[in-house]
Each structure stands twice: as structure tokens, then as C-alpha cells.
């Protein structure tokens, strides 16, 4: 049976699952985007953050799925990478759209979404993506996810929109104020991931009337902009990964049920469904 290792990557971390016969080992190193790093520096984070933990074994076969990994200069560019430092093994790479598709439908057709930092949607034949909704990314689009979330609740507080209890709740839990958040915003880098930290205050103050309201709304907007646009949606279940989807997986589940539409799996994160593919 051979060796597999299995990548799934986004720009903050990599999950890396190691199958050896029955044995399951999962590492992590950090996010390897082709947008942000030369192949060198893949290179060289795969060398010095996997391969110690690995323990000397070596894979037959890697299939990487990573963010940025749609367009064919980045995908040559990872697997230049990764075969510099697994030379005799196939090396398989795609975009982690695809590792969400095939980790929630397996080789059945569907819709598949992540909402995580970012979001994003497809229609899937159980082979191969047919439809994406395009991913406008977080100035433009990301409907629905941590950093479109984050933002209403940063607008909420800036523009004083929450009530008394709601302001409190906000200074005791982040402790900052306009100038810090807008300097963040528009002059550090990485704004998505400081706007995406916001979105831990909805989950925390689940049941105010205008935190329920701002969940909703962005998933509402999820589903007119995306899912509304697969004629698919409407007769195939509708599938979720990433952290977003999965801690208010019970909205989710409102929003299909009041639209009719068929909810399927909601999954933290896809490594467990492309185990069981990959198997």
C-alpha cells in the first residue's frame, strides 16, 4: 500500500496528514499561499517544519490542496517546491476549493462552501468543479465569513449602532479603540485576519437580538450572492467546511430549512474528509 501525504493549506497554517497503512499521523506547519512565498521559501519551511517530524519516512504520494493554488503559474511554482524536497514521490496539487469539494461530497455531486477567514463556493460533479461563484476576496466579497463578520461587528462599534450592554461587552473583550483599529485595517498587513478576530464576539454573545441580526445578514448574503446562483442548489445538498460554518452550523441549518433547501454536511475542517477520500 503506498505512503500518502495529504496537504491542506491555507495562508495561516498547513494541516499535513501522514498515511502509512492504517496508521493516521497529522502534522502542522505554517500556511504555505504561492501569493506570499517564492518556491524557495516553500521549500525550505517544508524541510525544516515536516520532514523532522516525519521521522525519515517518505511519501509515494502528496496531494497538497492550498489557497492560491488556482491559477496554473502558482500550482507549478508548489509543486517545484514540494518535488525539491520529496523527489521520488507523484505530486499532486490543487486549490483548497477543491479539498473542500472532494472532502464533502467524496465522488458524489453537490454544492460545497467554506466559510472560514475568507469564503467560498462551488458546484461539484463528483469529479471535478463545474461552477464557482468567484471569490471577490475581502474588500469586495467574502460574504458570510470570519472577516466579512468581523467588519459589521468593527461598523457596529464604530458607528455606536450597539446598545450599552453590547459597547461594554466589546471594551472588556478587545480593549481598543478607532485609531488602533483603523491603522490595522489600512496600514498593517494581513487585514483580513485581524477583521475575521472579530467574529468571536458573535459567537460569544449568541441570543442579542443584534448579534443574531448580524449572523443572518451575512450568511443571508452568502447564500443570495453564491448559493442563489447554482441552479443545483435547489435540488442537491448544500455542504459547508471551515470554522465559520461550523460554530453557527445551527443558522446555517435555519437558512437552508426556511429557503428549502438541502442541508449536507457542515465539517470543521477538511483534512477528515480527505482522509476518508484519499484512502
Known sequence: MPIKLIADSGSTKTEWCLLNGTSAKTFYTQ???????????????ITEELKPKMKKVEPDEIFFYGTGCSNAENVKLVKKAIQKVFADADVSVDH?????????????K????????GSNSCYYNGKKIIKNSPGLGYVLGDEGSGAYLGRKVIQYFLYNTFDGDLMDRFHAKFNTN????????????LPNRYLASFAIFLAENRGHYMVENIIEDGFNDFFFNHIYKYRESWTLPINFTGSVAYGFRDVLKDLCSSYELELGKVIKKPMDGLVKFHR
Open 31 to 45: 500556511g504555505l499561499s504561492p501569493y506570499f512565498l517564492s518556491a524557495e521559501q516553500i521549500e525550505y519551511i
Open 96 to 108: 483548497d476549493l477543491m479539498g473542500a469539494a472532494k472532502a464533502l461530497c467524496g465522488n458524489e
Open 110 to 117: 453537490g454544492v460545497a462552501c467554506i466559510l472560514g477567514t
Open 178 to 189: 478607532s485609531d488602533e483599529i483603523l491603522t490595522a485595517v489600512y496600514k498593517k498587513p
